[in-house]
């Protein structure tokens, strides 16, 4: 008995139903629902940890607090949203001055906010950020 291929309509309508699927799962990827706004700034006090955890010069990103903080000189920090403005995916990548976003490769300056390459056309929300009793702080003071 011989086995015939699939029909030509069979096999476009997997491809459709596929491609519909992985859409669905890029938008959950990128934050959700598109224009959705994620509040950039902490409402309360966040105690990030030791500032060591920020060498002088450089910057990490505290994915779980979505914040991004960069030592710009010895003991003075900045930070920002680690929320892209794009399509509020949490930024996952860092390379000298530039933190990036992997969902459509926004890149920001981590000193500044400002973008560096698109899609994203406006920068990274300022977020507070101090020391305070030996603590790296974000976040309104208490």
Not at 1 to 30: F, K, N
Not at 36 to 46: I, L, N, R
Not at 55 to 74: C, H, M, N, S, Y
Request: glycine residues 12%; contains cysteine; proline residues 8%.
């Amino acid at each position: 008995m011989s086995s015939q291929p699939p029909a030509r309509r069979t096999v476009l309508r997997g491809a459709a139903l596929a491609g519909a699927a992985g859409m669905g799962v890029a938008a959950t990827a990128c934050g959700g629902e598109v224009g959705a706004k994620a509040s950039a700034t902490p409402t309360a006090p966040v105690d990030l940890g030791s500032p060591d955890e920020v060498p002088a010069g450089g910057t990490k990103i505290f994915r779980e607090d979505r914040v991004l903080v960069t030592q710009v000189a010895e003991g003075e920090y900045k930070a920002f949203s680690a929320v892209c403005t794009h399509r509020n995916c949490v930024l996952n990548g860092l390379r000298e001055d530039r933190a990036t976003c992997s969902c459509h490769g926004s890149e920001f300056d981590t000193r500044t906010g400002k973008v560096v390459t698109g899609p994203a056309v406006a920068p990274l929300p300022p977020v507070p950020v101090r020391t305070e009793g030996g603590r790296l702080i974000i976040g309104p003071e208490s």
